[in-house]
């Protein structure tokens, strides 16, 4: 079975950037265990359009009723939304900025989060309509610690991703990983397995 990644970059860097260095070397690795891999990438350094009146209006219109403005006011937003569904994996990279996610990467959720499409109520409570999936981010910062105190950026992060159905979340710590040589193997390999549980 084919498995498609999703790479999404969101560092303002694209020179010796940690993140960038980290996300290729992840995708690489599934590459390697797999030639015919394929991957859709995202750099959200083009960036995105912030969600405007238009936009929340044609949110809330059901798609039949939405005029053509407001249909292209949601093309963007299908598109990711789209690269999503598409996806088995998809490999976020998380740069702290100011003790938090990059405005980039706030404006991709801002676009991927829509009710009755990647997620809805139910009796039940919220429910997550992007199914079977796994994700994994690929941290760096200049001295928040991952799960100290003051990072806010991956509770977050994992929050709303789970919140839209993606609640397999691996984090990679760039930062660690520097220090022990990229021992990645361990942690890929069990993301690897599990992919047939999701299949
Ligand atoms: C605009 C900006 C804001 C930053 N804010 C923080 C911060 O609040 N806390 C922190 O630990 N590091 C902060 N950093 C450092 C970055 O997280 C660090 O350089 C990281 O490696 C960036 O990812 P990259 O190497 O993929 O670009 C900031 C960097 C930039 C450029």
């Known amino acids: 079975m084919t498995q498609t990644i999703l790479k999404i970059n969101s560092s303002g860097r694209t020179q010796d950037s940690l993140t960038r260095n980290g996300v290729n070397q992840v995708v690489d690795w599934f590459k390697r265990q797999d030639f015919q891999t394929q991957v859709i990438e995202r750099d959200l350094n083009h960036s995105l ?115 839209i159905g993606i609640d397999d979340v691996t984090i990679i710590d760039t930062n660690q990983e520097n220090k022990n040589n990229w021992s990645l193997d361990q942690q890929l390999s069990a993301i690897k397995q599990k992919e047939k549980k999701y299949a």
């Open 49 to 163: 359009p912030f969600i405007d009146e238009v936009w929340i209006d044609a949110n809330f219109t059901s798609s039949e009723n939405r005029t053509s403005n407001q249909q292209h006011a949601l093309n963007k937003s299908n598109e990711l939304i789209n690269e999503l569904f598409q996806s088995d994996l998809i490999v976020i990279g998380l740069p702290i900025y100011n003790f938090s996610i990059p405005a980039t990467l706030k404006a991709w959720i801002d676009q991927v989060s829509r009710a009755k499409v990647t997620f809805q109520y139910t009796e039940k409570g919220p429910e997550g309509l992007i199914k079977n999936k796994q994700a994994i981010l690929v941290y760096a910062s200049g001295g928040t610690p991952l799960g100290s105190e003051i990072d806010f950026a991956t509770p977050y992060l994992k929050y709303i991703l789970g919140f």
